[in-house]
C-alpha cells in the first residue's frame, strides 16, 4: 500500500467552478500535510499546509483535513486556466523530516 | 533571496557511468532533501542532510548516496547508473528540520541512455 494515494485524473472543470482535489494516507502516526502545485516543466510549489482537523483557508483554496478518516483534500474556487497544473498531495510523519508525496492529480480549467 | 540552485540542468550519461548532481539551499537554509520524480513513481524521497549529517534515507539501492559540505550545499552521487535511473532529481531546502516550508530548486533531468 502506497502512503499516500491521489487520483491521477485528469481532472477538468470550466473557468469559475470549483475543482476538489483528493488525497488519502496510510499511516495514522501522520501529522503534517501539505499541497504542492506543479506546472509542466517546472519545480513543485508549496500551495498550503495544515495540521489539524478541519477546514484551513487561503485565498481561493482550503484545505481539508479528516484524521478519522485518513483524508485529505484541496479546494480551489473560482478557478482560474493558470490553476491548470498537476496537484501533488504530501504527508509528512510525526517522527524525522521525510516527505511522502502522492502521484499528483492533473488538473484542467476550461476557459 | 535567491532561491535553491541545482547544477547541471540536464544531464546525459550511458549506463554504467556515475554521475554527481549539486544543490545549493537558500540561504540560511541547513536541511537538505533530494528527490527523484518519474511519471510512473512520482516524487519519491532519496535522502535528507542537515548539519553535515544524513538524517533520513528513502528505500533507494546504495548506488545512491550523497553530502552535505559546512556551507549546507549538498551533492548526490549515483554510481553504475541505470536505465531506470532517468528522471528529474530534485533538492529542496528548508530553515531547519523543524521547518514545515520546503522550497524545491528546478530540478537536474538525466537521461541515462
Known amino acids: 500500500q502506497k502512503e499516500v494515494e491521489q487520483n491521477s485524473g485528469p481532472l477538468s472543470v470550466p473557468e469559475g467552478a470549483i475543482a476538489s482535489l483528493n488525497c488519502t494516507y496510510s499511516d495514522r502516526g501522520s501529522q503534517s500535510f501539505f499541497w504542492y502545485r506543479q506546472y509542466s516543466g517546472k519545480s513543485p510549489e508549496l500551495i498550503m499546509f495544515i495540521y489539524s482537523n478541519g477546514d484551513k483557508e487561503d485565498g481561493r483554496f482550503t484545505a481539508q483535513l479528516n484524521k478519522a478518516s485518513q483524508y485529505v483534500s484541496l479546494l480551489i474556487r473560482d478557478s482560474q486556466p493558470s490553476d491548470s497544473a498537476t496537484y501533488l498531495c504530501a504527508v509528512k510523519r510525526n517522527t524525522g523530516n521525510q516527505f511522502y508525496f502522492g502521484t499528483g492529480t492533473s488538473l484542467t480549467v476550461i476557459p | 533571496k535567491a532561491g535553491v540552485t541545482q547544477t547541471p540542468r540536464y544531464l546525459i550519461k550511458t549506463r554504467g557511468q556515475q554521475v554527481t548532481l549539486s544543490c545549493s539551499p537558500i540561504s540560511g537554509h541547513r536541511s537538505v532533501s533530494w528527490y527523484q520524480q518519474t511519471p510512473g513513481q512520482g516524487l519519491q524521497f532519496l535522502f535528507e542532510?542537515?548539519?553535515?549529517?544524513?538524517?533520513n534515507k528513502g528505500n533507494f539501492p546504495g548506488r545512491f548516496s550523497g553530502r552535505q559540505f559546512s556551507n549546507s550545499r549538498s551533492e548526490m552521487n549515483v554510481s553504475t547508473l541505470e536505465l531506470g535511473d532517468s528522471a528529474l532529481y530534485l533538492c529542496a531546502s528548508s530553515r531547519d528540520r523543524l521547518q514545515e516550508t520546503q522550497y524545491f530548486g528546478p530540478g537536474t533531468r538525466l537521461l541515462v541512455l
Open positions: 542532510y542537515f548539519s553535515e549529517t544524513q538524517r
